[in-house]
């Protein structure tokens, strides 16, 4: 098993694997990120790529693990504040070397012996973004009346106007 930093260039996830064909079935080959920033066409920039993708020669194929953490910079769902987010991915695919050996996915070896790791990459980094991701869990949020963020400051507003058709049911509350 060798071991390889990916050098600094414009497209980390593209890999010349097409020496790998012709090794023995069960030879491997590391490459190791360290990557201070990554942009993934079309819209996805990572911040401190690390980790590793492993190539495996195989009877059907190169079998591809990937395992790598990054950040991305995102909005707070509560604050609207934009904080770095760490993502992690971890997942497994088979470059297939014909069309009957591959799997569901469909993914075949280029005779150009390069693939583009990329835009499995950028999926699965996606993918692992939460649905509303929030700087803390003690985020405290926007203040409904004035928008300020109530993490940096203490808003004292007066009682807000009630609706006047729910006066009537302040008037029980008030009266307990």
Known sequence: MANNTVS???????LNVGFIVSQDVGYSRDFE??????HIDPDLDLIDVNGRIRLTRTAKGLL????????????????????PQPLEIDFTELYAFSPKTATEDGLLLPESG???LGPLVREEMLLSVPISPFCSPECRGLCPICGENLNETVCNHE????????AVLKS???EE
Do not use: H, M, Q, W
């Open 8 to 14: 600094k260039n414009t497209n980390p996830f593209r």
């Open 33 to 38: 990120y360290e990557e201070p920033s990554v």
């Open 64 to 83: 591809v693990k990937v395992d790598l953490t990054a950040e991305i910079t995102v909005e707070c769902g509560r604050c609207l504040t934009y904080f």
């Open 114 to 116: 390069r693939i583009d």
């Open 159 to 166: 009682d807000e106007s009630i609706d006047p058709r729910l």
């Open 172 to 174: 029980l509350l008030d």
